[in-house]
């Protein structure tokens, strides 16, 4: 991907997702995403109302099993919905570190982190392909459907900068869409489906070489086995994609005979919603990585895939 076109992506997501930060979800949308990510409902109600925007594939603290005392970094923190979520699991002696590119959204986050009293919470605009972090100083790297978003000429970039700032035997705990099969080049090139979460997952064995490169191991790549037409719930929402449950495309996308992106692809088809985990470093009993499929949607399932810092899950 040249210079120009990946500055061209940014740019897409960027605008999108700008939108989103000043357009709100319905309550009653909300709830039904949360719900369906994964996210205990209790918990989810105790953050400020604006920092859920409703977008997501999955909930990454069900793999990340943060303890308290622990340095949490987010890549693509939104309004800091997983920052809050997270900010009570390490609680006062802990510290979480939100990152997005989209001005709006860093200060949507701010100002959630103020009217919630979240002391152990900052947030700072930058791209996630050059961190604003010192070197392992971190205990885990949080992301939601946020990696998919990177242009393809900087997702390595990526991995090598979070394993940069991860601290010795730490770890990524990644909610993302990953695809099945090569996606078709109009579902790629589709600005609609790139700030979407969908145009830019990768296959399994591309998000494997990816994380060995940059050198992590005990990698494990769970399906959640979760039906994406649960995204699909034209009720009250903007939405054009899977992950843009809210809206984050806007409404100018709306461009297909149905009027709806989503609505002309089977996405269950090409991507699925998977758990991701990886430890820094690498132990010499282990040195590959493992694709699995949960028996259930790991979102009613909650044993499937937590405590996985041994990376036994």
Known sequence: MSTVATETAYATI???????ASNQ??????????????????EASATP???????????PLLVANLSEGETVLDLGSGGGFDCFLAAKKVGPTGRVTGIDMTEKMVELARRNAASGGYSNVTFHHSRISQLPVDDA???CVLSNCVLN?????????????IHRVLK????????????????PQEMIDDPALQAGCVSGAVETAVMQKYLQQAGFSDILLMDTNKNLEL?????AAKSVTPCCAGGACGPKQQVTASGRKELD???NEWIGSFQIYALKGKREDETTARVERAAVPIENSRKSCCGCKSGAC
């Open 168 to 183: 010795p035997s730490g770890y990524v705990a990644i909610s993302d869409f990953l695809a099945y099969k090569p996606l």
């Open 231 to 235: 995204y699909k719930d034209g009720e």
């Open 265 to 267: 692809y089977d996405i």
């Open 49 to 59: 109302e604006a920092a859920n925007i409703g977008e997501g594939c999955g909930n």
């Open 14 to 20: 960027e605008s999108g997702y700008g939108f989103r």
């Open 149 to 161: 978003l990177v242009p393809a000429a900087e997702k390595q970039r990526v991995f090598a900068e």
């Open 25 to 42: 979800i319905s309550d009653r949308l909300r709830t039904r995403i949360t719900a369906a990510l994964g996210y205990d409902p209790v």
């Open 137 to 139: 100083s971190i205990d």
